[in-house]
């Protein structure tokens, strides 16, 4: 029976996220389309672990807090936990 080990992340420290989780250009053309909130940063979520991880989050309540924080900064959304609805 095959396994299949989902990665998991660890503690991203300010420097990670910059490197790793920056919303250029395409990206936000991209997230733009989306009304709400909430919708905006589950799908940049998808975009941004899906870059990292090479695969989409099964449950983007999962995030780490500190991307998710990092990710409302970037999109100017003021609460972070609005990913949840």
Known sequence: ?????L???GALSRVELERFFYLDDEN???IAGRRQDYTRLGF???IVTVRQLGMF????LGAPPELDDYLTEQLGIEVSSCVEQ
Not at 1 to 5: F, Q, S
Not at 57 to 60: N, V
């Open 7 to 9: 990665p998991a992340f």
């Open 1 to 5: 029976m095959n396994t299949c080990i």
């Open 28 to 30: 936000r053309k991209l």
């Open 57 to 60: 989050l099964a449950d983007p």
């Open 44 to 46: 940049t979520l998808q």
